[in-house]
């Protein structure tokens, strides 16, 4: 979660809702994510809401398990008094920073603990994200043992001049042991990796994808280096230490991706997001493939979700908001009773059709043409090659392989601006 927060208006200190605007009489799936602030050291071109030091009461890893459960029985109370009813978690994501820098009977009991306050569903997807230094088969056995059915490692590259331009300190060649010792547990595997990466050529980003295939991971992530400001990698752009990225040759490494991971077996079914293809799943659509990540689509999809932990955010109903970014602002605030979220926006009804567009093109169903404040513009977009035209006798818009490239301009056509 970035650290970069929108001003909004200011948050109840109880937390409450509105029953109307959290639209209770609906029937969205929940979702769940924990955020864990700890990292070991802090990447180069990461933006994140993460610290290595001067955490706090309550905001140490020690007693971290304890302030996000005192949130999550807030939640569940303010859910209440809302009139939302009961709704188990359909998905379960721990994202970071580095979750597995708490230990696996910690994050067994934030796991447990949800269960017990919000209700997890039968079949839910539970996922972990990990770096591959800090996991070995007696973690990650606990970890299944406690529920988790999924792992998503921060393999980033398989070069090491890329990692050590990205400041990542684990070995490649753990990956493939980490990635096999979570399989021989039932996790299911993603592997995330990054393209863009200064002084990154075509051939170690060939490599990179190769090695990832090599392991035949359940689920592979590619996303383009985001060089945000302020970071140490923004700053060593700016003084021409590292070259800037060129948006030319990330177009031409996803162009890569796209075709040796479908090749290789893989359908996208968001940009950057490709799901391995089982035997018995040829026909079927792709947000509905095995390994497709349901986390992901939940956003995708406008789900509601509950975000806990320092920087989280939420979006329940019209409702968004997110809580304080510090660990230890975050902690007192749990501590104390109150609700730990800092700001929030109510979404009106233009900003609820702009987001229906701009989510939902994102992803391999696209989205209803009737969906689309601008459908005049549909024949423009197929003519510039950017939407399918066989999609269009489905009622659907959606893009194509330059179009994913293009998808905020598609986006904009589609909604008229």
Same mark, same amino acid.
């Given at each position: 979660m970035s650290p970069s927060q929108p001003d909004g208006i200011a948050w109840p200190a109880d937390g409450s809702v509105d029953p109307v605007l959290v639209e209770s009489e609906s029937d969205r799936p929940l979702s769940l994510y924990v955020h864990v602030p700890f990292c070991r050291v802090r990447c180069g071109y990461c933006d994140f809401n993460t610290y290595t030091t001067?955490?706090?009461p309550g905001a140490e890893p020690g007693a971290y398990a304890s302030s996000v459960l005192t949130e999550a029985n807030l939640a569940t109370s303010i859910l209440e008094r809302a009139g939302m009813p009961a709704r188990p978690a359909s998905t379960v994501f721990f994202g970071g920073g580095t979750p597995t820098m708490l230990d696996a009977g910690e994050l067994g009991a934030i796991l447990a603990g949800?269960?017990?306050?919000?209700?997890?569903?039968?079949g839910a997807e539970i996922t972990t994200e990990a770096n591959p230094? !800090?996991?070995?088969?007696?973690t990650l &056995?606990?970890?299944?043992?406690?529920?988790? !059915?999924r792992i998503?490692?921060?393999? &980033?590259?398989?070069?090491?001049?890329v990692l050590r331009t990205l400041d990542r300190t684990h070995d490649p060649r753990k990956v493939p042991e980490v990635v096999d010792a979570a399989r021989a547990v039932g996790l299911d595997v993603s592997v995330d990796l990054i393209y863009g990466t200064p002084g990154e050529t075509l051939s170690d980003w060939r490599r990179s994808l190769e090695s990832a295939l090599e392991m035949n991971p359940d689920h592979i992530s590619a996303y383009a280096l985001v060089i945000e400001e302020g970071t140490k990698m923004w700053g060593q752009v700016s003084r021409g230490e590292l070259p800037t990225p060129e948006p030319d040759d990330e177009a031409a490494k996803y162009e890569i991706a796209d075709d040796v991971l479908a090749e290789a077996g893989y359908r996208w079914y968001e940009i950057s997001n490709f799901a391995r293809v089982d035997e018995d799943e040829a026909d079927i659509p792709a947000a509905q493939l095995r390994h497709a990540s349901r986390h992901n689509l939940a956003y995708w999809h406008d789900w509601d979700w509950w975000g806990l932990g320092p920087g989280a955010h939420?979006?329940?109903?019209?409702?968004?908001?997110?809580n304080a970014k510090h660990p230890l602002a975050y902690a007192g605030r749990v501590s104390g009773g109150a609700s730990p979220a800092s700001a929030g926006e109510v979404l009106d009804a233009d900003t609820r059709s702009l987001e229906t567009v701009l989510l939902n093109i994102r992803t391999a169903e696209g989205v209803a043409i009737g969906d689309a404040v601008c459908p005049d513009t549909v024949d423009e977009l197929v003519a510039d090659g950017?939407?399918?035209?066989a999609s269009l006798r489905r009622g659907r818009v959606i893009l194509t392989l330059r179009g994913r490239l293009l998808a905020d301009r598609v986006t904009g056509k589609l909604m008229g601006f």
């Open positions: 001067g955490f706090g949800l269960r017990d306050s919000f209700g997890i569903a039968e230094d !800090t996991v070995d088969h007696r &056995q606990a970890l299944a043992d406690a529920g988790f !059915t998503s490692f921060g393999m &980033q590259s398989a070069v090491p001049h939420s979006h329940i109903g019209r409702y968004r908001w997110w950017l939407i399918e035209e």
